[in-house]
């Protein structure tokens, strides 16, 4: 059974900082996929950054050059370091693991991040 368990939510200032953690057990962590999800009340849930299983990242627009996601193969965790934080990356964060040779996916429980102004 996969496991995703995310951690490094929190309260920031606008301009702030934090880092995401997920930690994924009962996987192949290798051969993933994994991505982070943000849902902000009334929208839908919409991709910010992903990292392939070769260490190829892919980021959302309005976060490039602010957020890098990054893996840890030896841990089976994938990252999220959030800098110059915005209220509009105010949202529930979640951790989504994608087996890159069935497309099977798993998602975590989520981690809520609010940025005040």
């Known amino acids: 059974q996969v496991q995703l368990v995310e951690s490094g939510g929190g309260l920031v200032q606008a301009g702030g900082s934090l880092r995401l953690s997920c930690a994924a057990s009962?996987?192949?962590?290798?051969?993933?996929?994994m991505g982070w999800y943000r849902q902000a009340p009334g929208s839908q849930r919409e991709l910010v950054a992903s990292?392939?299983?070769?260490?190829?990242?892919n980021y959302a627009d309005s976060v490039k050059g602010r957020f890098t996601t990054s893996r840890d193969n030896a841990k089976n965790t994938v990252y999220l370091q959030m800098n110059s934080l915005k209220p509009d990356d105010t949202a529930v964060y979640y951790c989504?693991?994608?087996?890159?040779?069935?497309?099977?996916?798993?998602w975590g429980q989520g981690t809520q991040v609010t940025v005040s102004s």
């Open positions: 989504n693991l994608l087996y890159d040779f069935n497309k099977i996916n798993y």
């Open positions: 009962g996987s192949i962590f290798s051969i993933t996929t």
């Open positions: 990292i392939t299983s070769g260490g190829r990242t």
